[in-house]
């Protein structure tokens, strides 16, 4: 079984700053891309940004110059750091990752997880 858990969520100013992260655990074998998504209500879930096992990032262009996507292997984590928060940034933050789990009969399987999701509201 896996999980996705998020943290780091809370009220944050509009210029200002705070960084999102994301742990994957259980039976992991192996984690391809990760990413972090958001939804504001009566919207779809839409892409903010993503990074592959290798390290190769893409952004959403509203997000692009204020937000860096990284990712720590070893401890299966994906990180937002958000800077010049904008009013617009608020919404429900959901991380993603493409993960090969081992089942109990030993095999792998990969397949796409969902964290939980963490409002993050900015005020003006």
């Known amino acids: 079984q896996v999980q996705l858990v998020e943290s780091g969520g809370g009220l944050v100013q509009a210029g200002g700053s705070l960084r999102l992260s994301c742990a994957a655990s259980?039976?992991?074998?192996?984690?391809?891309?990760m990413g972090w998504y958001r939804q504001t209500p009566g919207k779809q879930r839409v892409l903010v940004a993503t990074?592959?096992?290798?390290?190769?990032?893409n952004y959403a262009d509203s997000v692009k110059g204020r937000f860096t996507i990284s990712r720590d292997n070893a401890k299966n984590t994906v990180y937002l750091e958000r800077n010049s928060l904008k009013p617009e940034d608020t919404a429900v933050y959901y991380c993603?990752?493409?993960?090969?789990?081992?089942?109990?009969?030993?095999?792998?399987?990969?397949?796409?997880?969902w964290g939980q999701g963490t409002h993050v509201p900015v005020s003006s």
């Open positions: 993603n990752a493409a993960i090969t789990a081992t089942r109990a009969d030993l095999l792998r399987v990969r397949s796409d997880y």
């Open positions: 259980g039976s992991i074998f192996s984690i391809n891309a």
């Open positions: 990074i592959t096992g290798g390290g190769f990032t």
